[in-house]
């Protein structure tokens, strides 16, 4: 298990520092994240070559948005794969336009 990080992203409207980007090499990587204030979303998708971007459900089966709120403490597992020559897009956002969210996280395992 690696140190827990502590990341405050800021409001929506600020237009940057409102997301971190956690895609990954392809394989599963569980994170522990703890919300201490406000709520995060986070999004998983696919590449799709046809449209030129990150639109698609991951392949994996994996949901492609997960709502976390204050106090939430859970355990998630990314299973990240390539499509279309490109590998998954995940990315962690605040889920409000006008207030700072502070979360936790630390990566718990990584499976191949």
């Given at each position: 298990m690696e140190e827990e990080k502590t990341v405050t992203l800021r409001p929506v409207l600020a237009l940057h520092g409102y997301a971190v980007?956690?895609?990954?090499?392809?394989?599963?990587?569980?994170?522990?994240?703890c919300v201490k204030s406000g709520e995060v979303e986070i999004h998983h998708h696919s590449y799709d070559g046809a449209a030129g971007f990150w639109c698609l459900p991951p392949e994996s089966g994996d949901?492609?948005?997960?709502?976390?709120?204050?106090?939430?403490?859970?355990?998630?597992?990314?299973?990240?794969?390539?499509?279309?020559?490109?590998?998954?897009?995940?990315?962690?956002?605040?889920?409000?336009?006008?207030?700072?969210?502070?979360?936790?996280?630390?990566?718990?395992?990584?499976?191949?």
């Open positions: 980007d956690f895609s990954q090499k392809p394989g599963k990587m569980t994170y522990r994240f949901d492609e948005k997960k709502v976390l709120h204050t106090g939430d403490d859970v355990e998630i597992t990314f299973h990240s794969s390539i499509h279309d020559c490109e590998p998954d897009y995940i990315v962690v956002t605040n889920h409000h336009y006008g207030r700072p969210a502070v979360f936790s996280y630390s990566r718990v395992r990584e499976t191949a």
